[in-house]
């Protein structure tokens, strides 16, 4: 900085010195010089002895241990030597992330800190201190997508203009381990937790033991089991400590509380509005009691399985959605698994008592649901007592086993991985049902104090051990042009047979969420509920729900209500109608695409009424590929699509394929990729001429990877090429343009 600068600033020296009347005067205006010298030259004459660092990093040392996003703060003043960071859409990387720290614990004493990255500053992991580690739990969301609540953290971790505190983009030494949390059947099998591992190690950091890698379309139980040995034998000895330093604590302490009010009582509400009935934000931490206005059979009367279609009345409650989101449906677990469990623990006769719940350690083990409660309304409503049982849990419950016979066969399972898949995992046992099939019970009969043998089980134990029940997400299938203040869902209901063996006798299985469904279709319609004859006895073929709620708030004189929420998606139709847009969605995977044809309906309505009859004729076609069994059973939405079809004026055309009533002349039978590839010469010029869009819904371990399979040999052959090659890239390119999404699931 020249001193010319500051001329107005301040007067001339030389000027005052000689205006100067007094001695005091002189010294003054000599000091001022020097001042006014020093403040000019500050920089070049303190520059030397400036420390380099970073802004960021100076503001996070200013804050000390006062920073509630300062992570390396907190884990010194806990004196953890790990934290665990886990990105988690749905919760079931947080659930291993906790593991991890509760085995660290019971294995070498070590305590962690478990972060949501959303809640921590990245910045100061270099600060990280040589004698921790730090581990990251990663779910690959979507199409390779990370979890919302790691999209920083990725951010931070891939921009290569990232600094550290250190001012550098370097963690050489830091120690570190991954495991990453996917599903084989999507095309980025695992890639964030690849990418979070690529991007430490170029940074200089050491990985411990093997990056672990579950599958969730198999098991993510077992892979989770085979990792995690050989990682600790890697993590002791890089972090120089013994097994064995550690032993078995409890996370929680369960109180009885003899005297509350019962209106503080959580009785399966999910947040302190609901419980208080005050209004306020309605989201997956407040869902929104929806009445329920239209629940009706989709599949005709003979067909052997129901699809539910549901309408959930949102006007009032604030929520927004866009074609193309998802509703989180919150389930409750049956009746009769709620009564095996209470009956195992002893619990029949204090199922109403009020329970309060600490955890001894926040940091690790946050209680998972609002307390105070009752052991009924845990079991119920808030942990998942209806998932088939995981093979650690197993040796937990083993050390509370009422008799010598019990712990050895539950140790068995535990230890024996093939045994424990051929009895619980293929027999689809619920814990409750585990208990009961080592006690020698009879699974079959409806369990009762008399028939059901007691085990002496901590409920810390069963908090801690059995994950939080999740809400369960179905693709909207309604659009808010049409219905601003209903929310539609589709839901085929989840039935099947499990695979018995000599221990384990054949059973039905039925998923939560989807029978809690239909559940609430019988009672809105007030119809019977079907029953099934099985060796002559008649018994229910929906399992039963509390569907009237907590305190029977779900239950009014006209309607029933269900507890939902909104999650956002990207899945969405192109702004601009002239772009011609390919749906594929069978069974189900339909459900979004009338939620986009309505889409269109909306703004065709809109656009004939301001610019005339003619105004569609630049529009893009909409074709839909759809496929069921017959046309006459489980076609889906049969009497809307010629509607939708004459308001678009001819820019929707639908293809139907039917599996088992149509067939090609060898008799094998036609599926959509069959029926997208008779129109390929459409398809074809769509996409590469007409800059279309492609939409996949539905299940991604065959169905959606032909059709894209398909596509690349449309594709390829088109542009004059192969599958393989042009086909490819050009699926590449349409995934990177966000041209071709996809919303399966496994």
């Known amino acids: 900085m020249s001193y010319s600068n500051h001329s107005t600033a301040f007067p001339n020296p030389l000027s005052a010195y000689n ?77 291993y992330a906790i593991r991890l720290a509760k085995e660290a614990k019971q294995k070498f004493g070590l305590a962690s800190l478990v972060c949501d990255p959303e809640e921590y500053d990245f910045e100061n ?146 947040s302190a509005r609901a419980l208080t009935r005050t209004k306020g934000i309605h989201d997956a931490k407040n869902p929104y009691a929806a009445p329920i206005v239209v629940a009706r059979e989709l599949f005709s009367a003979n067909a052997d399985r129901n699809c539910v279609h549901i309408e959930f009345n949102t006007e009032g409650s604030g929520i927004t959605y866009q074609h193309g989101d998802h509703v989180g449906l919150w389930p409750l677990n049956p009746d009769v698994e709620v009564e095996r469990l209470l009956c195992v623990l002893g619990l029949t006769q204090k199922k109403d008592t009020v ?42 419950m083993s050390k509370f086993a009422p008799t010598p016979e019990a712990e050895a066969f539950l140790k068995n399972l535990n230890t024996n991985k093939e045994e424990y898949h051929r009895v619980v995992h293929d027999g689809c046992l619920k814990l409750g049902e585990v208990l009961q099939l080592a006690a020698g019970n009879n699974i079959k009969a409806i369990p009762t104090s008399e028939n059901t043998t007691q085990w002496k089980i901590p409920f810390d134990i069963i908090v801690s051990a059995i994950p939080r029940l999740q809400p369960r997400y179905y693709s909207i299938s309604s659009s808010p042009k049409l219905h601003p203040n209903s929310i539609h869902a589709t839901a085929v209901v989840l039935k099947y047979q499990n695979v018995p063996s000599e221990l384990v006798t054949s059973k039905w299985v039925y998923g939560v969420g989807s029978n809690f469904l239909l559940s609430l279709k019988h009672a809105s319609n007030n119809e019977p509920i079907p029953v ?170 065959s169905m959606s990877k032909q059709v894209e399979e398909v596509l690349a040999r449309i594709l390829g052959e088109a542009k004059g090429g192969s599958a393989e090659v042009e086909g490819a890239a050009e699926i590449k390119l349409l995934k990177e343009r966000s041209r071709l999404m996809l919303d399966v699931w496994s």
């Open 355 to 396: 329970i309060g719940i600490e955890s001894l350690d926040p940091a690790l083990a946050k209680v998972p649901f609002p307390v105070p409660t009752t052991y009924g309304t845990v079991l119920r409503h808030y942990i998942d007592i209806s998932a088939v049982a995981g093979r650690q849990i197993l040796g937990t």
């Open 532 to 701: 099934i004859s099985e060796n002559g006895e008649e018994r229910v073929a929906v399992p039963a729900y509390l569907i009237e709620g907590p305190r029977g708030s779900y239950k009014t004189e006209t309607h029933y209500k269900a507890p939902i929420h909104v999650r956002r998606s990207t899945f969405r139709l192109p702004t601009n109608p002239k772009s011609p847009v390919i749906m594929v969605g069978p069974g189900t995977g339909v459900a979004p695409f009338r939620g986009f044809v309505q889409e269109r309906v909306a703004l065709a309505r809109r656009s004939i009424e301001k610019n005339g009859p003619d105004a569609l004729n630049d529009w893009g076609r909409i074709s839909l590929f759809y496929g069921c069994r017959r046309e006459d059973e489980d076609f889906l939405y049969k009497d809307e699509w010629a509607k939708y079809e004459e308001e678009l004026k001819g820019k929707f055309k639908m293809h139907c394929a039917f599996s088992r009533q149509n067939y090609k002349p060898d008799g094998s039978k036609i599926y959509v990729q069959d029926l997208i590839w008779e129109d390929r010469e459409h398809i074809a010029d769509a996409i590469l001429n007409g800059k279309g869009y492609v939409y996949i819904c539905g299940e991604a371990k």
């Open 125 to 270: 992991l270099d600060q990280l201190p040589e004698d921790c580690a730090a581990f990251f739990v990663m779910a690959t969301y979507g199409e390779g997508e990370p979890t919302d609540n790691a999209v920083q953290l990725m951010q931070n971790l891939q921009d290569e203009s990232f600094e550290f505190s250190n001012g550098e983009r370097k963690l050489e030494g830091l120690k570190y381990v991954v495991f990453g949390l996917g599903n084989k059947t999507y095309e980025h099998y695992n890639l964030i937790g690849r990418n979070v591992d690529a991007a430490l190690s170029k940074m200089g950091a050491i990985r411990i033991g093997e990056r672990g890698e579950g599958d969730d379309d198999k098991s993510m139980e077992e892979d989770y089991l085979e990792w995690k040995d050989g990682m600790w034998e890697a993590f002791a000895t890089a972090m120089n400590v013994e097994e064995g330093q550690g032993g078995d604590s409890a996370d929680f302490v369960v109180s009885e509380l003899e005297s509350h009010p019962e209106d503080k009582v959580y009785l399966g509400e999910y």
């Open 19 to 95: 205006m100067a009347s007094s001695s005091s005067d002189v010294f003054i205006l000599g000091l001022g010089i020097v001042l006014a010298a020093l403040y000019i030259f500050r920089d070049q004459l303190f520059a030397a002895s400036k420390p380099k660092v970073a802004p960021v990093a100076a503001s996070k040392a200013a804050n000390g241990s006062g920073n509630p996003r300062d992570f390396i703060a907190k884990m010194k003043e806990g004196k953890k030597r790990i934290v665990i960071f886990y990105g988690s859409q749905t919760g079931t990387a947080e659930e």
